[in-house]
């Protein structure tokens, strides 16, 4: 009896902590997460493009349900280096973009001209060549700030 005088004290103060992080937006099940990543690891370490990008769509989908948003401009980062690397250029092009806007929203200046380079590099390889160089002017004042 005095065991269970000890233990639920314990467990309903875990339920309420889980229930206050939930209640934030900001509980991420960190199991899951871990495992959905490591998939996609040994995915994309064997070239299996398509894949890394199934399952980065299931980490998109879980961040959106949580309000996670620090993750999913990192996820749409990886999701459009992915397409880059499967050889879809437009698709890649898309989420570079959706990735570019989230961190501007966060002044992340860092991130925000990484993936300005990126999207400039693509113009450029698809000859659109005032395009990457008006998004190269706006990578170089991004990164005077």
């Known amino acids: 009896m005095n065991k269970i005088k000890i233990i639920l004290p314990l467990f309903f103060s875990c339920i309420m902590i889980k229930t206050l992080k939930a209640q934030d937006m900001q509980f ?12 996609r690891k040994l995915y994309v370490k064997k070239k299996e493009y398509k894949k890394g990008i199934e399952y980065t769509d299931k980490l998109l989908t879980y961040y959106k349900k949580h309000g996670v948003k620090k993750k999913i401009e990192k996820e749409y980062s990886r999701k459009a280096f992915y397409f880059l690397k499967y050889g879809e250029i437009d698709s890649s092009y898309v989420y570079y973009t959706k990735a570019v806007n989230i961190y501007k929203e966060h002044k992340d200046s860092v ?15 698809n000859e659109l060549y005032y395009k990457s160089d008006s998004t190269a002017i706006e990578a170089l004042k991004y990164s005077k700030n």
Not at 28 to 39: A, H, L, M, P
Not at 113 to 124: C, F, G, Q, R, T
Request: net charge negative; proline share 0%.
């Open 28 to 39: 991420i099940d960190t199991s899951f997460v871990r495992e959905i990543q490591n998939i």
């Open 111 to 125: 991130n925000v001209v990484d993936m300005l380079k990126e999207l400039a590099v693509i113009e450029s390889n």
